[in-house]
Every structure is written in C-alpha cells, then in structure tokens.
C-alpha cells in the first residue's frame, strides 16, 4: 500500500468509524426521548454502515461479472479461480442467483470475492436495471462481459453501470470464436451504437485500454491423430482457456488502486446510508421542525420589536438564527458544531441575495429610528408611542420572517444529510423563496405580535 492510498484508507476508516459511533448512540437524540419507531427504521441503515466499515477493514475488494446470458460470465470466474468452481452450459440462464467465490492472486491480506450473477437479459426491463445498479453500487471493479457483436442492450447496460462511477473492464470473451477481433474493432463498434451522442460520450463509458480480450472455455478442437504405424484417428483437445491478459489488468488496478477504491467505496456506501437515516429522521419529525422554525420566527420578531437599542437587533437577531439552525440538527440528531451552524447561516444569508441583507438593513435603519423616537421623545406623547409601536411591529415582523427563511433553508440542508444535495444553495434557496409568501409570514407575524 502506498503512502496516498494508506491515507485513503485511514481517512475513509476514521469517517465511516465516527458515523457510526454518531448514528448509533442516544447522544444523537439529545433532549428527545429515543423514538423506537425511528429506530427500527434506520436500522437497515445502520447495519449497511457498519457492513461498510467490516469490508473495510477485512481489505475485502468485490469484482462483479455483468453481462448477458451465455457471455462467459462464470466460465471466466472458473478461469481466473484455476477451477471449475461455478456451473457453466451453453443452455439460457445457466446462473440463477448471484454468488461470491474468494480469490487471492496476489497472496496478500487483500481479500478479494469475485461476484457471479444472472445474465442480465435474464430479469426484465426496469427490473434489471434496478439490479445491476444495486450489484454494482457493492462493487469496486466491473468486469462487463461481452461475446461477439455488441447489442443495444449490452450498450445501454454499460453506460447504466458507467453511472456508478466504478472502474470497468470490458471483457471480450470467446476469441477463439471471433479471432479477427481486436481491441479497436470492438471500440468501433462501440463508436457506431454511439452515434447520435457526443463522441466524447464513448469516453465516459470506456477508453480502448480497457478492453481485454479472452477466451475463458475455448471450444474443444477436432485433431487428427498420426499413429506411428500409419493409421489416423481422430480426437478433441481442450485448449487452455487464455486469460492473461484479464488476469493482468485486474491485478495492475488492484496494485494500484486497490485500497483507494475500497476507500472511496465504503465512503459511497456511508453516504448513501446516512442519507437515508436523515431523510427517515426529517419524515418522522416534520411537525415538530415546523413548530420549532415558528416558534423561533415569533422569538426574533418579539425580541426585535421590543428591543430598543439598536445593534443589539443585528446582533441577537443572529444569535436566533444560530440557535434555531442548532435546535433542528438537534431535533434531527445531526452532527452539527457550532462553526458549521455558523458557517451554514453565513451561505444562507450570502445566497439569499438581496432578502436576508435586506433584514439586516431593515434592522439598522429601523432599529436607529426606532431608538432615535425613543430616546427623543421619550414616549413622552402618545404619537410618538405609535411610531414607535408601529415601525417596531414592521420590523420585528420582518426579522422574524428573515428567521423563517432561514429556518426553511437549515431544514433542507440537514434533511439532504448537511449537503445542499443535488442542488447548489442558490437554487435551493430561491426555490424555498419562492414558496414562502413574505407578506403572509410578515402578516401573520404581525398579527401576532399586536395581539400580545
Ligand atoms: N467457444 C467458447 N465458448 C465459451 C467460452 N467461454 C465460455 N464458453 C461457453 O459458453 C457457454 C456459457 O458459459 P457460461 O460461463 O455458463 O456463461 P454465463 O455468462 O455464466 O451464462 P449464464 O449463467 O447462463 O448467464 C458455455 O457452454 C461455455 O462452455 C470461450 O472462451 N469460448
Ligand atoms: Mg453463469
């Protein structure tokens, strides 16, 4: 292991380690009393990160065969083992349900499975795809399997698995049958099936260095038999099967990127797993969100109605932002220091444009004015009480509203696992703006406020 893959490896550990010890611990549920609904359903979630981290640590590398019916998928398995561990035959769907074998061509601690499973035109359309994503989500190299000319189906399947982002050789088995094929025809082929998209779009599936060409259970060739006394019998010879150069790329990326990918797989799998622990927290919690963000928006509007000295509004107008964005990782169970609260209300309100700072504003110049009444007239006439009560009332509505909006944004911040998702803050925030009406928020915030 080398110094840049050993650092992968400790990093992707120390992660998926403090997950763990995060999500399974009451700590996450704080003041809440531990929800047993909940419980039981993360953890599914839960063991899928724990089995993350033990594949981790065994050093355990899965390379899976797709391909269709027949390809050679197993009779290369068998190959590769120096066995015949797995059924193969020339019948339809020879392979039933996927299976994992060990292998060890590097006498090292890297374990590796090699993964067998149906051919891929054995389950149907939609069914399909479901399970070759799920496969090769598991996996940490593909070894997609061909023989002979390349189909639609085989094409589409590629680009299907080329989404999970895992290293990939494509196999061309049965030479023995197709011996004029080479590395560029097969990519020529590729090219044709392509066409229509962007021919940079075959880069992303495959580069010709990752084709390999074998012949996993060459057929058995006839012989003629010269006997020293003149007589001719004819016999079968099983050639050796010709799998080298498989052999050879499997081990070259193993060297190479072995732990890397084990590392960078196991970070997937957690992320996948702690995605789904939040979105189920966020399910079960809904209401209790809802109310928190309310309840902070009518804090900050009273606090800042009431509050005559101005910066003070700026200032604790902040500190319940900070406290409200706390409240529902708490409420949540998130992992969430006080930097990152921080650092999360500072991109919601630079992203937010014009409406936070907009706040902000409101708050100096109102707030000035609001103290400068105040102080001046000392509520002395009851004019002035209205002014104020009423300039007040207007911006303690809208910093509460400022603290609505923020409440929205955290909530789907944290819902996505803390990432903005597949959507950059921006967007997310300017789709949140656009669901929140301001002049009902300001109005209801103001109705509450005058009802006190
Ligand atoms: N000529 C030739 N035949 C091969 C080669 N490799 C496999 N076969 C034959 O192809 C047939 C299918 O092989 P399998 O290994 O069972 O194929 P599979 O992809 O696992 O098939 P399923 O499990 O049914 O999806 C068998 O009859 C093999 O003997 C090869 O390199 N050359
Ligand atoms: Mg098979």
């Known amino acids: 292991m080398n110094d840049r893959q050993e650092k992968h490896f400790n990093r992707s550990r120390a992660s998926l380690q403090q997950a763990i010890s995060w999500y399974a611990s009451f700590r996450r549920h704080w003041n809440y009393p531990p929800d047993e609904k909940l419980q039981a359903e993360v953890k599914e979630d839960l063991q899928a990160l724990k089995g993350a981290l033990d594949k981790l640590d065994r050093k355990a590398i899965r390379i899976a065969t797709f391909g269709l019916v027949s390809c050679g998928k197993s009779s290369i398995i068998n190959g590769l083992l120096g066995q015949k561990i797995l059924p193969t035959g020339p019948f339809h769907g020879v392979t039933k349900f996927p299976q994992s074998v060990r292998w060890n061509p590097l006498n090292s601690e890297i374990e590796i499975e090699l993964i067998d499973t149906p051919g891929l035109d054995e389950v149907a359309g939609e069914a399909r795809a479901k399970i070759a994503r799920e496969f090769a989500q598991g996996a940490d190299l593909i070894l997609f399997v061909v023989a002979g000319d390349i189909t639609r189906t085989e094409y589409d399947a590629l680009w299907e698995l080329r989404s999970c982002q895992k290293p990939l050789i494509l196999v061309f088995n049965k030479i023995d049958l197709y011996p004029d094929r080479d590395r560029d ?50 016999g079968v010879e099983n050639p050796a099967p010709q799998l080298e150069e498989l052999r050879t790329a499997i081990i070259k990326i193993l060297e190479r990127e072995g732990t890397s990918l084990l590392a960078l797989n196991a970070l997937v799998q957690a992320r996948d797993a702690e995605n789904n622990i939040a979105k189920k927290t966020v399910q079960l919690r809904q209401k209790q969100a809802h109310d928190i963000i309310w309840k902070y928006a009518r804090y900050k509007a009273i606090a800042i109605a009431a509050n005559p000295i101005p910066l003070l509004d700026v200032i604790g107008g902040l500190g319940t932002d900070l406290a409200l964005i706390r409240s529902l990782a708490r409420l949540y169970g998130l992992p969430i220091t006080n930097h ?67 409440g929205q944004v955290a909530k789907v911040y944290l819902e996505q696992g803390c990432t903005w998702g597949s959507l950059g803050a921006s967007t997310v925030m300017s789709e949140i703006l656009a669901q929140v009406e301001p002049n009902t928020i300001i109005y209801r915030l103001r109705q509450e406020l005058f009802s006190l």
């Open 185 to 234: 025809s097969i990519y020529y082929q590729l090219q044709l099936l392509n066409a229509g998209h962007d021919p940079k779009d075959l880069d992303k599936i495959i580069y010709t260095d990752d084709i390999v060409m074998v012949s996993a259970q060459p057929q058995p060739i006839q012989v003629r038999v010269e006997s020293a006394d003149g007589t001719v019998a004819t």
């Open 340 to 406: 990152e609260a921080g650092e999360l209300w500072r991109k919601i309100v630079a992203s937010s444009g014009a409406l936070l700072l907009g706040e902000i504003a409101s708050n100096l110049i109102l707030g000035v004015g609001k103290s400068g009444v105040a102080l001046t007239h000392a509520f002395s006439s009851p004019g002035a009480f209205t002014v104020y009560s009423t300039t007040a009332g207007l911006q303690g509505a809208i910093a509460g509203y400022g603290s609505y909006v923020v």
